[in-house]
């Protein structure tokens, strides 16, 4: 089944304490990207991905980090979380030369107390 | 500069009523057109899609869309809503030159009551 997996789907943790959100997909797509969710302010995105060992900011880059060591990882990395980025958190991936949209990641859920 | 507009944060209705979710955005440039649902605790689904060509495009679960150049607007639409449609949908634009990146509305929650 095509699909865009993330790992964990919750998470709890506390300020400083580096933490690291996984995000994988099969279904070979070169671009992806990373969202956040809040209430009231729709979808933002983080960081993007053309392809392999390249990144981008997006909208709202500042306290994350990402890699794409292969085609099929895009983790997101949070060096030193705060409170401010507690929210809901969605990966997703496409094929580039289409327009066929977004397949989105089931989400994680991130506390930071 | 490029946004998207949603203009109702939530909408009520009842069962089996006709809704509009209402969708603007701001461009000079090409745009692709998106429509996705959340449903509760869930990841975001892919409702419909304009690329090109016929203005009235279809999606899943009877839902229908209609893009206006001249209003820059995909407003969507349903002659007849579920209790199962309430949920959270989002328009999304991939403005041209954008590197795929989907610009998102805020969103409007649709509430579908007995």
């Known amino acids: 089944e095509a699909q865009v997996t993330q790992n964990p789907r919750y998470l709890i943790t506390v300020t400083g304490k580096k933490l690291t959100v996984t995000c994988s997909q099969n279904?070979?797509?070169?671009?992806m990207s990373w969202y956040r969710q809040d209430p009231g302010l729709g979808l933002r995105q983080i960081y993007y991905s053309m392809n392999v060992e390249v990144t981008d900011k997006g909208d709202v880059p500042e306290g994350y980090k990402v890699s794409r060591k292969e085609k099929r990882n895009f983790p997101l990395i949070l060096e030193s979380p705060s409170p401010n980025q507690t929210s809901l958190y969605f990966c997703a991936s496409s094929a580039t030369g289409t327009n066929y949209g977004y397949t989105f990641g089931s989400g994680t859920r991130l506390t930071v107390v | 500069a490029q946004s998207v507009t949603q203009l109702d944060s939530q909408v009520p209705v009842f069962e089996e009523a006709p809704v509009e979710l209402r969708c603007n955005y701001s461009s000079s440039v090409s745009v692709y057109l998106f429509w996705y649902v959340q449903y509760p605790n869930q990841g975001l689904q892919l409702l419909l899609k304009?690329?090109?060509?016929?203005?009235l495009v279809k999606g899943i679960n009877g839902f229908e869309a209609e893009f206006n150049k001249s209003q820059t607007s995909f407003h969507l639409r349903k002659p007849s809503v579920h209790i199962s449609d309430t949920a959270e949908y989002f328009c999304?634009?991939?403005?041209?030159?954008?590197?795929?990146?989907?610009?998102f509305g805020k969103g409007t929650l649709l509430t579908v009551n007995p």
């Open positions: 279904m070979n797509h070169e671009y």
């Open positions: 999304a634009v991939r403005f041209g030159g954008s590197n795929y990146k989907l610009t």
């Open positions: 304009y690329l090109s060509g016929s203005t």
